[in-house]
């Protein structure tokens, strides 16, 4: 057989684009209140609670009671990604990319939805009749909606996730008088889950759920729906990743404008086709008793 054979030899190349690892799209819209919203900001109204008084006479006049009112605000930002795509390029391309380009570009703002959620869980909301009084999960009733990374059945020191911090946070809530029917959720670090296997005895039932929790096979632990995300904040000089769990209606999501996607001819490049896709957003904590911070230590 000749020698120069090889030159005859085919190559097959793939027909399909694969996205490579990444989290498509928001793993927590559907998991907070969404509310659709117009202008630059927004303001949601809330009615605190009252006291009911004893009447102690016959005939006595009524006793009235101011009912606390309360205001949070949201501004919006928008976002968007685009890129272009040359005809040229898809003469030398097998498969045409555009609509891999406008799922890759969604998957992308979806991402961007759950960071804008994640920063305003533990940043600072704005409240008051214009929205000009600033409120800290560390600056409310002195710190107490943060479960501090040195939290642990025995011992001292910083820790990972463990059930004792996963308690101090069910109780935070249910001390609040947060309602019980209302779903509650836990953002959690793969790493956090690591630690909950580490931590727990291998004879006890917590860590048999949290052996399933791990495998997928349940989603729930002590009342809370585990949601594992990589886009939650790590103070590199502590090596503390910032979680965190919070009742349903204690976040709120605006959306101005949802996501969408166009994809249209460029006449100023050459013709090119543009895949473009944007969103307007923004989020805020509700209320920082249905919100708790919970510090994990991921030191190595």
Do not use: W
Request: proline share 2%.
């Amino acid at each position: 057989m000749s020698n120069q054979v090889t030159t005859a030899f085919v190559q097959q190349y793939s027909q399909n684009l694969q996205h490579l690892s990444q989290q498509k799209g928001s793993r927590l819209r559907g998991l907070v209140r969404v509310e659709g919203v117009r202008g630059k900001n927004a303001y949601f109204d809330q009615i605190g609670s009252q006291v009911a008084s004893v009447r102690s006479t016959r005939g006595a006049d009524t006793i009235l009671s101011d009912t606390p009112h309360a205001r949070r605000r949201v501004t919006l930002a928008d976002y968007e990604v685009a890129d272009l795509i040359d005809d040229q390029d898809r003469l030398r391309m097998i498969v045409d990319p555009t609509s891999t380009y406008a799922q890759a570009q969604a998957f992308a703002i979806g991402r961007a939805m759950d960071d804008v959620i994640i920063s305003a869980a533990t940043g600072t909301a704005y409240t008051g009749e214009t929205g000009a009084t600033s409120v800290t999960l560390s600056g409310y009733n002195s710190g107490s909606q943060i479960v501090a990374a040195t939290v642990r059945a025995t011992g001292s020191g910083s820790t990972g996730l463990n059930i004792e911090k996963l308690r101090q946070a069910k109780y935070l809530m249910d001390n609040a008088d947060v309602d019980p029917s209302i779903p509650r959720v836990i953002v959690v670090g793969p790493k956090q889950i690591q630690d909950l296997l580490a931590t727990t005895e291998v004879t006890s039932s917590d860590f048999n759920t949290v052996k399933a929790l791990a495998q997928g096979q349940i989603s729930d632990f002590l009342g809370f729906t585990f949601i594992t995300s990589t886009r939650l904040s790590l103070d590199s000089s502590t090596d503390v990743r910032s979680c965190f769990a919070y009742a349903v209606d204690g976040m709120l999501l605006a959306v101005g404008k949802d996501l969408h996607v166009r994809i249209d001819e460029r006449p100023d490049k050459s013709y090119a086709t543009q895949v473009y896709a944007a969103m307007s957003i923004g989020a805020t904590r509700m209320e920082e008793d249905k919100v708790v911070q919970i510090e994990c230590d991921e030191s190595p």
